[in-house]
């Protein structure tokens, strides 16, 4: 059961990754993205937005390319975007970052 998140007003912050069924690029990005979920799932909340069914939210933010993550503070404003993929450590870092400077 997917958990319903309020992206506009968060209770915690959110990390957002933008995919697609069809990107190589995302099916590379989505274990590793699945590994921080796990690692901090007590601290901030994660949000796999499709982006082919999901097309308001992609508008909203602005994709142009997948895979897209952004991390989002409790104010639901944007801290950290970044557009491919990425590793584990840069994701972490940027989510310690933002936990440390609330």
């Known amino acids: ?17 933008f995919f697609a069924d069809w990107c190589m690029p995302c099916k590379t990005l989505s274990p590793i993205i699945d590994k921080i979920e796990n690692k901090v799932n007590s601290l901030i909340d994660v949000k796999k937005i499709n982006i ?9 933010f602005y994709i142009q ?8 503070d409790n104010n639901g404003e944007i801290f950290w975007r970044f ?3 990425t590793t584990e450590l840069e994701i972490i870092k940027q989510i310690h970052s933002l936990l440390f400077e609330m």
Not at 1 to 17: F, H, Q, S
Not at 54 to 59: I, P, R, V
């Open 65 to 72: 390319s997948v895979p897209t993550l952004i991390l989002l």
């Open 83 to 85: 557009a491919g993929v």
């Open 1 to 17: 059961m997917e958990m319903k998140i309020d992206i506009d007003n968060p209770i915690r912050p959110v990390l957002l990754e």
């Open 52 to 60: 082919d069914k999901e097309k308001n939210l992609t508008a909203e």
